[in-house]
């Protein structure tokens, strides 16, 4: 299914509905709900395995399927029983589809750093305005979980909120027609004085510092992860079947048989493996709620970002003329790959991060 549409999502940068509904009809939309809340219970590796396998066959269901996750997990992680029933319920029950909005034009790459304004109400609610950008799923979503600060926070200080689509006085911007991942509907989203009751706040005000570096970036880096080892994968293996079947009328040997292609393959492979490796390490550390499994993660994201880019690029001069021919598959991997070092937390930030955990700095500020 979702091989069959990958072309036709890239090519008419549709948002991959079929394969997202065959996903949450197979049971998995639950993926990371833990278990006492009717979930799967899977944790960091099972999501980077799976928008690995759904990488190989198209960038944009890995990417949009993942960020569900994503969402569902910080709706998971202190939820209250009318949030329960509200979204988790429908979640595990593949009814629902939720999605994250946090970037915005003004911070940028800075992603826990929102504008995005929550102010109380005298009834007791909230009142949201500001923008978003790049929200995966935009449009499409039944939710999105959406980042905010009030006038009173420190920089850093946010709330997270869960807004139902079709929220009175939420608009979208123009449907998304990117480079590549052209199936996300990465669209903007405007909120003006949109109600926000306390029901829908995540967790308590201002602890979403917690929710960044605990929940919402590891399940991002390894979705974001597992799609590019996904996509880099497919385009080893394309440039691979290419050599084997490549034969030359003027020597009768295949391409496959050259020992320069043969060193080139092998030191692809040892490349994208190694990135896996690691990535599929780090995903266990962190279901393992292991102490050091912060730089791991982080570094997955930052290497995965190196080496697709590297891996997808290699193939195709492996392949030749033909990687280069219109509708030819390693042409939208080249521009679904290139979204890999650019989508927060980006590289620069991840590799500063990294060095920050490792140095004993705080992760955030200059
Ligand atoms: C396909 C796609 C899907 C996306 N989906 C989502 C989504 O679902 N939800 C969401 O919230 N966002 C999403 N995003 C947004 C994305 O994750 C980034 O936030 C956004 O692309 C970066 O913002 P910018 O372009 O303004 O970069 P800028 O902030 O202008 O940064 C440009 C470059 O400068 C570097 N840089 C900036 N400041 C520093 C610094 N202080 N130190 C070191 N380096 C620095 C950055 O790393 C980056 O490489 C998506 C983006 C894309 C392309």
Redesign the pocket.
């Known amino acids: 299914m979702v091989r069959d549409h990958a072309a036709q999502v890239d090519q008419e940068a549709v948002w991959p509905e079929h394969g997202l509904r065959a996903l949450q009809s197979a049971g998995l939309g639950g993926l990371v709900v833990p278990v006492e809340h009717g979930g799967l219970g899977h944790g960091l590796h099972t999501l980077t395995r799976l928008c690995e396998i759904l990488g190989r066959e198209c960038a944009s269901t890995a ?1 949009t399927f993942g ?1 569900h996750h994503v969402g569902a997990a910080v709706i998971a992680a202190k939820v209250t029983p009318w949030q329960r029933t509200q979204y988790l319920e429908p979640i595990v029950a593949g009814r629902h589809l939720t ?5 915005e ?1 003004g911070t ?4 826990y750093y929102p504008q995005l304004q929550l102010d109380p109400a005298p009834d007791g609610s909230f009142r949201a305005t500001g923008t ?5 799923n935009g449009a499409h979503a039944d939710s999105y979980v959406v980042s905010a600060r009030s006038d009173s926070a420190d920089l850093g200080d946010f709330s997270c909120f869960v807004l139902p689509e079709g929220t009175e006085g939420m608009t979208w911007g123009e449907p998304w027609s ?1 480079l590549g ?1 052209r199936g ?1 509907s ?1 669209r903007t989203l405007h909120l003006e004085g949109v109600n926000v009751p306390q029901t829908q706040l995540l967790g308590a005000v201002g602890d979403q510092i917690w929710y960044v570096f605990n929940v919402v970036a590891p399940y991002f880096l390894m979705a974001m992860t597992g799609t590019y080892l996904g996509v880099a994968d497919a385009a080893l293996n394309a440039a691979i079947t290419h050599l084997r079947q490549r034969s030359y009328t003027h020597s009768g040997r295949t391409a496959a048989q050259e020992s320069v292609l043969q060193h080139r393959v092998g030191a692809l492979w040892e490349t994208l493996e190694r990135t896996r490796q690691l990535a599929y390490a780090a995903g266990r550390a962190g279901d393992a709620g292991d102490s050091s499994a912060l730089p791991a993660l982080l570094s997955s994201k930052s290497a995965v970002a190196d080496t697709a880019v590297q891996v997808v690029n290699d193939a195709m001069g492996l392949m030749g003329g033909i990687s280069y021919r219109d509708g030819n598959d390693m042409e939208r991997h080249l521009r679904d790959v290139r ?1 890999a ?4 937390p ?4 991840l590799r ?1 991060w990294t060095g920050r955990v490792l140095l004993g700095q705080p992760l955030l500020g200059e």
């Open positions: 990417i960020m999605t994250l909005a946090l970037s034009p940028g790459a800075h992603f978003k950008v790049f929200v995966t990117g991942m996300n990465a979204a070092p650019v989508m927060s980006t590289t620069d930030l500063i």
